[in-house]
Structures are given as C-alpha cells and as structure tokens.
C-alpha cells in the first residue's frame, strides 16, 4: 500500500539514502516504496536486485529525546535496542542491518506479513506479548543492558509520572491560546474544568495507597525493580508474518522503565482496543509469570489513573508544535487540522473517562483468591 508522499519528498529521500544503499550487498535498489504507517518517521521498503527486501526508516529532525542530536536520539536508541536484542537471540523483531548517523537512518530486513487487526486477536497472540516481554525483562541481567539508558519518558518512580504529567498539560495550557479556534478554546476549558481536577484526584488516590504501603511517592525502582521496556507496545507496532507468527515493530522509546508503566501502557493503549477479556489475560498473565509480577500486581491498579491521564494528553499532542511537526515529517502535512483536533479532543475526554473510573475501581482487578473453609482434621501422632 502506497503513501501519498510527494514525489519531490521520495526523490530527496532517494538522494539521502543512496550512498548508504551500496553496503546492503544485494545488488542495486530496484524500487523505493513509502509504506503507510510511520506517524514520526518515513519509513521505505527497498527491493534489491538479489531479491532480498529491506526498510529504510527516516527520523525526523526534531524528536527531542535528549539523546544525542534530536534525529539521532530515536534512531540511535532503536538500532541499539534490536542490535541488543537480535545478538542474544529474540527473532520476534526485524534484523537490524546498518544505521546511518549522518543520514539519520537506518535499515532493517523486511518483515512479509500484515497488520494485525483487533478482531483477528486471540488468546495465543497475548501470550506471545507476554513471552516477549518475559524474554525482555530476563535480559536485564545482561551487563550491556546497563549501556541502553531510560526508555523515553520513564517513569522510575512515581515522583517521576507525576512531573511528566505537569510538563505535559503545562504545555497543552500554552497551546490552549483561545483566540486561535473554537476548538482551542474548547481545549482550554477541558484542561481547565475537567483535566487538571482529574490529575489532581489521581495524584491523591496515589498518594494514600503508597502511604497504605508506608512508601515513598520518590522511591526509585532499582535494576531488580525496574525492566526493559520496548514502550509504546502492542499489537499496534505489530506484523503478523505468512507463518503466522508475531514480529514486534518500532522501538523508538525502549529502554529502562518501571513495568507497571508498560503494563498499564498496554492496557490503555487508545491505537488498538482489544476486547476487555484479553486485557485481563494479560494483565493476570504478567503478574504471574513476569519476573516483576508480584509488583505488577500492585502496582498496576495504583499508578493506572495517572496512566490514563497521560494518555489523554498524548491524544492532544496535535495540538502541541513540536509533536505537530513530527507528523509533517513523516505524514507531509501541511499544518494543523482543524477537524482532527476536534476528534483527538473527543478521544482524549473519553480516556479522561477512564482514569476517573479507575480512580474509583481499577477495571482488571483480580479476584482474590477464596479463604479456605475450616475443617476439623486428625492430629497424626495424637
């Protein structure tokens, strides 16, 4: 499937990545496809004269991780993320075949498959996530992991969720200018009437549980606490291959992060909203097997709320320039759309929705387990 990508923006792109093309060793590039799908990046498949078929993904110029320039923060992060992974055996990723710092590229092998779709999911695909992030958290015990720093954002305390939140509505308040649209002063008044009463709600009902704990809101998750986080994860950045396997994608954000984040993470993401029975397998999946699952257990449906709000104003990043222009850069957008501001503002009242309920009753509660009846039994040896 085609991209409606200018052909002046495939020839510049072309040209970028020309001199790089020749290490594939396959032979010359035949054909150059944009490929749907990138919100941040342009991504190409390449099909070389050998017959072998690669992805060339383009980073844009502002992503401002921190990492590094801003392009090569999130190409730097993710080709370091799969060289980790493929060089210890995880095969449920693309190959990683070369990156281009100079370029701000880099080239995976090509996955042939297809999207995943929400009705196609079944228990078996869910169990495969898990294994996934099992396989990943085992991995922390690896010296190099040390070398993959924070995935973007992380939250390695509460403390630390908290201050993300207040950055993040502080600059959905500048960008809620109400002499700009009716749907900028409609963003001014959710922030104002319904957003920051719910954070400020969630932060309470955080603050008492951990107290119920005798915890700290600013405790830091050590290296036994905390995971490798692929972040943004699920079947989202996702193939199904021919064979019928699942090969995870886009690993912009990995690094280091508390696994009730990603959990949580999973079970809210507004991209791909499975059925509510397979979230509670996962959810009861990770607590069970993952090596952080006694945590997750706890500490999911307490930091779950701020979750949910954060999601809220992730769904409003179209309004924020920064974030804007990296969907210009991968989507050549020409500027702000005033209709898809409006349903983004729709989205993220309803995810707000789900974080004041939560903050009620956390919707994947286990059930706990029955207290045995008491019974009368001989005392051997009486």
């Not at 370091?80 to 995880?90: H, K, N, P």
């Not at 996530?129 to 390695?156: I, M, N, T, Y």
């Amino acid at each position: 499937m085609m991209d409606r990508t200018p052909t002046s923006t495939i020839e510049y792109d072309y040209a970028l990545l020309a001199p790089g093309l020749s290490r594939l060793g396959e032979g010359d590039v035949i054909s150059l496809e944009p490929l749907v799908g990138g919100r941040n990046a342009r991504v190409y498949r390449l099909d070389c004269v050998g017959g072998e078929t690669f992805v060339a993904k383009i980073y844009p110029d502002g992503d401002g991780d921190g990492v590094g320039t801003a392009r090569n923060g999130r190409r730097g992060r993710e080709y370091a993320a799969l060289r980790f992974m493929w060089q210890r055996g995880i095969r449920c990723i693309p190959e990683p075949i070369f990156s281009d710092p100079g370029g701000g590229y880099s080239v995976f092998r090509y996955v042939e498959g297809f999207p995943i779709e929400v009705e196609g999911v079944v228990d078996a695909d869910v169990d495969s996530l898990v294994d996934f992030l099992v396989e990943l958290d085992g991995l922390k015990r690896e010296p190099a992991s040390r070398a993959l720093g924070q995935a973007s954002e992380a939250c390695l305390s509460v403390e630390a969720a908290i201050e993300h939140l207040q950055r993040r509505i502080g600059g959905l308040r500048l960008a809620a200018d109400p002499t700009m649209s009716r749907v900028h002063a409609e963003l001014r008044g959710f922030i104002e009437d319904a957003l920051e009463p719910g954070f400020e709600r969630a932060i309470q009902r955080v603050a008492d549980l951990f107290a119920s704990r005798i915890a700290s809101l600013d405790t830091r998750l050590g290296e036994a606490e905390a995971t490798l986080s692929p972040s943004d994860f699920g079947f989202h950045n996702a193939r199904r291959t021919v064979e019928g396997s699942i090969v995870f994608l886009d690993f912009e954000h990995f690094g280091w992060d508390d696994p009730a984040k990603a959990a949580s993470d999973f079970l809210l993401h507004p991209g791909f909203e499975i059925d509510d029975a397979l979230r509670q397998r996962f959810f009861n999946l990770m607590c069970e097997r993952h090596g952080c699952g006694p945590a997750i257990a706890w500490r999911v449906p307490v930091v779950f709320p701020l979750h949910a709000i954060k999601w809220s104003t992730i769904l409003l990043n179209e309004f924020v320039s920064e974030h804007r222009a990296r969907r210009d850069h991968a989507q050549c957008l020409l500027g702000p759309n005033e209709g898809l501001l409006e349903r983004q503002l729709d989205r993220a009242r309803v995810m707000l929705d789900v974080a004041n309920r939560a903050v009620e009753q956390f919707p994947f509660a286990r059930p706990e387990p029955e207290t045995p009846r008491a019974t009368s039994h001989a005392v051997v040896g009486s």
